[in-house]
């Protein structure tokens, strides 16, 4: 596609229930980023894939939470035993290299809502 | 925490007008990005300016970049009702790797 594409766009989910955020980056960037932003928050990192290798999860902000890339290109982060504190917008970013010095280029988010 | 902070919180000027926002951050970086985000929207990328550079210009666009006062301005100037959004800058630095660091934004409103 165009863009960076993240599904499902709103999810909703009962407190103890386990979630999964997908995201599809354009073609052929190497590096995918995830953030969560809280309303009226800047964009907090949680993790950063270069290919299929995971290089950073310093920002995951408990083992409840885990991400992927198995092949390097489709990602998903996985949020087990959601708590009412994880409610907020997952964003997906990839860039085209690992630099940072590059833009990174953000889907639309998933609003995750934790009852 | 690394984060950086940005000033006005919230602005609110006439279509035409110009609108500055700053923003601030804590450690020596590699490069500032500003990003602008609609409401439900993700974030798009405006600008990057690098450590080295004082000053860039794009469209109506002008960012400064002052590294002694770890500070950074966005101008946009002949603001349309389409600028309305909320503007982040974005800081690397050099043990950071690829992550970004976000500000907490301004909150831009351009009244037509």
Redesign the interface.
């Known amino acids: 596609g165009a863009g ?1 594409s993240q599904s499902p766009r709103y999810k909703v989910a009962k407190r103890g229930q386990d979630v999964a955020l997908r995201c599809d980056p354009i073609s052929g960037h190497v ?1 995918l ?1 995830w ?1 969560q932003q809280a309303l ?6 949680l993790t ?1 894939f ?1 290919n299929e290798a995971q ?2 999860k310093s ?1 995951l902000p408990s083992d409840r939470f885990f991400a992927e890339r198995p092949e390097g290109s489709v990602s998903t982060l996985k949020i087990q035993r959601t708590q009412q504190e994880d409610s907020a917008v997952y ?1 997906c ?1 990839s ?1 085209l290299q ?4 590059r ?7 998933t609003r995750l809502t934790v009852l | 925490s690394q984060q950086g902070e940005e000033d006005p919180q919230a602005l609110s000027i006439q279509e035409g007008e110009n609108a500055t926002m700053n923003c601030s951050y804590k450690t020596s970086i590699n490069n500032l990005q500003w990003y602008r985000q609609n409401s439900g929207r993700g974030l798009v990328h405006l600008i990057l300016i690098r450590s080295n550079e004082r000053e860039k210009h794009s469209g109506r666009l002008r960012v400064t970049l002052d590294t002694s006062k770890k500070s950074s301005s966005l101008l946009i100037t002949a603001s349309r009702a389409a600028d309305t959004a909320s503007y982040f800058c974005a800081t690397d630095w050099r043990t950071s790797g690829s992550r970004l660091t976000f500000g907490e934004g301004t909150q831009l409103t351009v009244n037509p």
């Open positions: 960076v590096s980023f953030y009226g928050q800047g964009p907090e990192f950063y270069q290089l950073d920002g964003l970013a860039s690992g630099l940072a010095a833009e990174q280029f953000f889907g639309p988010g």
